[in-house]
């Protein structure tokens, strides 16, 4: 299916009821789970992520599908190895070829048994768990926070707690933060100093957690006001002080046009001065945001310069190239190390009569492409039911806007 999207007739004023953060939601119910709290948590997010987490944890199975969810899966086989029994985790052709030997690795030293069911490295996992011992444990933290944040979360549950130090660069460090200061919020403290990060023994206490609004889908309402210029938005449901890493798109924005004030009703987003002409941001921090700024910047026609992109390539797809390839069709010619860059210098090639951009089932390529109708016109977006991994309503929400998007 293609959904042909076109720009809004007139540019208007919209309150946007933001969907509520994966990120939070699959750390939350995983931790309540840890807590064995009866509370069921508030403002659980709508994603199939968070969905497909919250049916594995209610299952009567030892089978569990997370599909395309990375949190999901690397939580999930955390958590796993240290219940008794036999657990089998699988997921999409894609979760088949993100690797996983890092945090396997890592839980059968702590004391578990998982074991490969297909290729060495990758999901599908068998996990035969047990109790863990827990103590000390070197790990790379340079390709995914993700392996950090499940073991982080277990380790108050093992026998010895947990000290983790993580070798070579720190990737996607305000994800590890968010993690810990979750872990507080459900009652245990941990330390991180320099490369190490302690948690002690100790027990989760039930708590009321309620989830907030998702700083990285705010980004495509960022995106839209910068390429619609007169529009006033009114996004819902954020938090000012967030630890969302993602919430840095804010800032990030000022420089192309976006002035963002947060009042009573929400955070007020208007037209501003664009201060750059050119975008040089280094995304180790914040790589869900990498292609709303590539596909903004472009369309902007203001050059830019991005580093620290070395996760992109195992995300949902290969997002550099995805970015380079589908660029191209609206007229954009990028450049690439194909390993952690990615650049624009201005080139650009005949534009294609209405693009067709494939999403390559990443619910971030869809997202952040829709935006460009603003600018280059009728475009058809391939595959367009990928949103649902975040942001489930988010076509609803550019209909209400304005934007007319049709089955083709
Ligand atoms: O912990 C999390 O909730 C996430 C961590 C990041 O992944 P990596 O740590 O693999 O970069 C991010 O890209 C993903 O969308 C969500
Ligand atoms: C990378 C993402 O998700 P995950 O790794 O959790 O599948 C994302 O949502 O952009």
């Given at each position: 299916m293609q959904y042909t999207i076109s720009a809004p007739k007139q540019v208007s004023a919209y309150k946007v009821a933001l969907p509520t953060s994966k990120s939070i939601s699959n750390r939350a119910l995983i931790l309540n789970a840890l807590a064995y709290s009866a509370k069921p948590i508030k403002n659980l997010s709508d994603s199939d992520d968070t969905q497909l987490m919250l049916k594995a944890l209610q299952s009567e199975s030892n089978v569990f599908d997370v599909g395309a969810a990375g949190t999901t899966m690397r939580f999930l086989t955390a958590f796993l190895s240290k219940i008794v029994g036999e657990w089998t985790i699988t997921g999409s052709e894609r979760m088949k070829q993100r690797p996983i030997k890092i945090l396997v690795e890592a839980l059968n030293k702590l004391g578990a048994k998982i074991e490969y069911?297909?290729?060495?490295?990758?999901?599908p996992l068998r996990i035969y768990g047990s109790a863990l011992e827990g103590g000390d444990l070197e790990l790379s933290g340079n390709v995914s926070s993700q392996y950090i944040s499940a073991l982080l979360m277990i380790g108050p549950t093992m026998k010895d707690g947990l000290r983790l130090t993580l070798s070579g660069e720190i990737i996607s460090r305000p994800y590890i933060s968010l993690t810990l200061k979750m872990m507080e919020t459900f009652g245990v403290k941990s330390y991180w100093k320099g490369n190490t990060i302690t948690v002690p023994e100790g027990n989760y206490q039930a708590t009321d957690f309620s989830v907030e609004a998702d700083w990285s889908a705010a980004s495509y309402w960022f995106q839209i006001a910068a390429l619609s210029k007169d529009c006033q938005l009114n996004l819902q449901g954020l938090k000012r002080y967030s630890e969302q890493g993602d919430a840095k798109v804010a800032a990030l924005f000022k420089q192309l046009g976006v002035n963002a004030k947060f009042s009573q009703k929400g955070l007020m987003l208007t037209s501003s001065e664009i201060t750059t002409n050119k975008f040089s941001y280094n995304f180790i921090e914040q790589p869900d945001l990498a292609q709303t700024f590539a596909v903004t910047c472009c369309c902007l026609g203001i050059p830019f310069k991005f580093t620290g992109l070395q996760t992109l390539k195992i995300k949902e797809t290969d997002r550099i190239n995805a970015l380079i390839v589908e660029l191209k069709k609206m007229g954009f010619v990028l450049n690439s190390n194909q390993i952690d860059d990615l650049s624009w210098d201005g080139a650009t090639c005949k534009k294609d009569e209405k693009p067709c951009i494939s999403t390559y089932k990443d619910h971030r390529m869809a997202m952040a492409f829709a935006p460009a109708a603003l600018i280059i016109g009728d475009m058809q977006i391939d595959d367009p039911g990928v949103v649902s991994k975040s942001y489930p309503r988010y076509w609803d929400h550019l209909k209400e806007f304005g934007f007319g998007v049709k089955e083709k």
């Open positions: 069911i297909e290729q060495e490295g990758y999901p």
